[in-house]
């Protein structure tokens, strides 16, 4: 099957610091990759699309300028949050697709735990 | 955009019995209908997809149901164990395959010993 990974699972910053997520797709190339985010208690929401080799698509009301995405590679897509604030405490989960052409299926990270204090 | 709505918010089963989510969509160019479990702290798993040339899947205990005409699709889990307490996700999706993926609001399943 096909496997996501992220990485750090677990970051606590002081607020005003920017935290970097990395998310990686370890066996097959995701020319695609989704962001979400999920607070407590809630549903994932879809932050933005990143694309290899050209700009994200952000989501209505997510600031792009706080949410850095960078899809550098076939395999790699970070997620930058800068100036972090307590209100961006949250769980961050990448998703990218995968399978025969039409039928792709999302293949999720393990979750990155945010905490600013 | 696509909107998804699902109910109820949270369900309690008694083990044995089974256990109905309700989802309905609002886009109808979208074809491919998926259901998460998810645990605390963990990511979404694939529990069952169902896509729009077909009105219903079934694999052992979980079966999902689809009315495109109604816009709507239902996940079963007959004869509920402890370990079918979780967080139950419904998305839809157009069928391209990298279309992106709205999810319903979230059932949390309890079921009872």
């Known amino acids: 099957g096909a496997v996501v990974s992220q990485h750090p699972s677990r970051v606590i910053c002081k607020s005003g610091t920017s935290v970097k997520i990395e998310c990686r797709s370890l066996?097959?190339?995701?020319?695609?990759m989704f962001w979400y985010r999920q607070f407590p208690k809630q549903s994932l929401m879809l932050m933005a699309t990143?694309?290899?080799?050209?700009?994200?698509?952000?989501e209505q009301g997510v600031e792009k300028d706080k949410f850095l995405i960078n899809h550098a590679s076939l395999t790699l897509s970070t997620l930058t949050v800068t100036s972090a604030h307590p209100e961006d405490s949250s769980f961050y989960i990448c998703?990218?697709?995968?399978?025969?052409?039409?039928?792709?299926?999302?293949?999720f990270g393990p979750g990155t735990r945010l905490t600013v204090l | 955009g696509e909107n998804v709505e699902q109910h109820p918010s949270t369900l309690s089963v008694q083990e044995g019995d089974s256990a109905v989510i309700k989802c309905t969509y609002s886009?109808?160019?979208?074809?491919?209908f998926p259901w998460y479990k998810q645990e605390l702290g963990k990511r979404p798993q694939l529990i069952i997809d169902?896509?729009?040339?077909?009105g219903e899947k079934k694999d052992q205990r979980i079966a999902v149901t689809l009315n495109k005409t109604a816009k709507h699709f239902s996940l079963h889990i007959t004869e509920t164990q402890p370990e079918d307490s979780a967080v139950y996700f419904c998305?839809?999706?157009?069928?391209?395959?990298?279309?992106?993926?709205?999810f319903g609001t979230g059932t949390r399943l309890t079921i009872i010993p």
């Open positions: 998703s990218a697709p995968f399978g025969a052409s039409g039928y792709n299926e999302q293949f």
């Open positions: 066996d097959f190339q995701a020319t695609t």
């Open positions: 990143s694309n290899e080799g050209s700009k994200a698509t952000y």
């Open positions: 886009d109808s160019a979208s074809n491919y």
């Open positions: 169902i896509r729009s040339n077909v």
């Open positions: 998305a839809a999706r157009g069928n391209f395959g990298n279309e992106k993926l709205t």
